[in-house]
Each structure stands twice: as structure tokens, then as C-alpha cells.
């Protein structure tokens, strides 16, 4: 392909009628941003960034442009992907609610709801996904955007990853024959365990022992 035709370079300065070409010329060739450029991992790029972004300083803070100077490309090949605001938001909460939900149930394909250990399988799962994503924890728990409904009701609305979680605490609930109060408490501790030891792992100022990962699993047994 020529160098006219390629799209990459153009001629500054030359005449209309010049006879010169780009051999003559090939000094004075100049770079152009190529508008069909796109890498082509942008629209994942785009959403790590704007995840960890937001998970930095916020949902209000946040914009589209930002996220595409971050990532040193035109806000226009953004928005290609990304229409608004709204929709890149949606596709972020899409991205980390599916790989949660999908590290979740492959951690207890199988196995038996009513075994503790399946428990502890799921609670390690639970914190080790946020030990390896921790913007992950920021972008899901400090927003308004995913309502967690701490209920033993299966059927109520509520946020698929809890769902998996809240439906192994209801197999083991079923299994001890607590009744509500007690197995209200039994979801609502279990919870609160996960949810404090995945906080201390992601957290930059809690130095953790050096075999935490090793420990969460015999802590749910107990």
C-alpha cells in the first residue's frame, strides 16, 4: 500500500498543482491521527480503568473523558464504545457482578450445601476474588448501585453473588433446624465475616498475617 493511500501520513505545505511526491518529499512527511485506530482490547481497557477510577475517587467524580485521557485515547474512540456515561456505568457493574458470580458458583460446583466445608470453600472464593480485584470491593460496596437484602426470603430481589452466598447459608440453616431468628443471625455473622476479612484484605494499611489465605478456611469452621 502507498504511503498516500495508507491513511498514516499527509503532505503540509505543498502546492496543489506540485509535482512533488513522497520520494522527493520523504522529509517532510508528517504523522496524522489515524481516526480508524482502535486497540483492540479499548472496550475491556476502558472498563478496568473506569472501575478503578471510580473505586479511587467515586461515582460524581467520574467521567468518560477522563477515563479516555487516562488511557491516552480521544474521547471519541470512548464513545464509540461507550455511548454515555450511563452505559459505561452499566457495563462496569455487568463486568465485576458476573465474574463474582461466576468465581462464586465454580468454588462449589458440586458440591454438598449442606457441608460446612462448602461454606468454607465459598467464604474463601468470596475473599480471595476481592484479594486479586480490591477496586472490585470499593466499586460494588461503597455505592448505592448494588442493594444487598440480608433476608432468608430466596426469592427476594437481590444481588446475584449474594444470592449464591445466601442460598448456602440457607442449606446449612435447613440442615441445623435454626429457626428464623437464629438463622436470620446465622446469615447475617456469615456475612459479616466475609465481609470484614475481605475489607482487611483490601485495605493498604492492615498488614496481614503471612499465611491469611490459609487461615480463611479453618476460620469458618469454627
Do not use: W
Not at 462449589?108 to 484479594?131: C, H, N, P, S
Not at 428464623?180 to 483490601?202: H, P, T, Y
Amino acid at each position: 500500500m502507498s504511503l498516500e493511500k495508507s491513511g498514516l501520513f499527509s503532505f503540509g505545505a505543498i502546492a496543489e498543482n506540485s509535482k512533488l511526491t513522497p520520494t522527493t518529499l520523504g522529509i517532510i512527511l508528517v504523522p496524522v491521527k489515524n481516526e480508524n485506530y482502535h486497540r483492540l482490547n479499548l472496550k475491556d481497557s476502558i472498563l478496568d480503568a473506569s472501575i478503578e477510577r471510580i473505586a479511587a475517587k467515586g461515582i460524581d467524580s467520574f467521567s468518560l473523558r477522563e477515563v479516555s485521557a487516562l488511557l491516552r485515547v480521544s474521547h471519541n474512540a470512548a464513545y464509540r464504545h461507550y455511548p454515555n456515561k450511563r452505559a459505561l456505568l452499566a457495563a462496569c457493574r455487568k463486568k465485576v457482578e458476573e465474574e463474582f458470580t461466576s468465581v462464586l458458583s465454580k468454588s462449589i460446583e458440586g458440591l454438598d450445601l449442606r457441608d460446612v466445608k462448602t461454606m468454607a470453600k465459598l467464604g474463601e472464593a468470596y475473599i480471595m476474588f476481592f484479594t486479586e480485584h480490591p477496586a472490585y470491593f470499593r466499586f460494588i460496596y461503597e455505592s448505592d448501585s448494588t442493594p444487598i437484602d440480608i433476608t432468608l426470603d430466596p426469592q427476594a430481589p437481590n444481588y446475584p453473588p449474594f444470592k449464591i452466598f445466601q442460598s448456602c447459608c440457607l442449606a446449612l440453616i435447613d440442615e441445623y433446624r435454626c429457626g428464623e431468628k437464629e438463622g436470620l443471625e446465622r446469615l447475617l455473622k456469615s456475612f459479616a465475616l466475609v465481609q470484614g476479612l475481605s475489607s482487611l484484605a483490601v485495605s493498604p494499611n492492615v498488614a496481614l498475617p503471612k499465611d491469611f489465605t490459609a487461615m480463611i478456611g479453618s476460620i469458618f469452621l469454627r
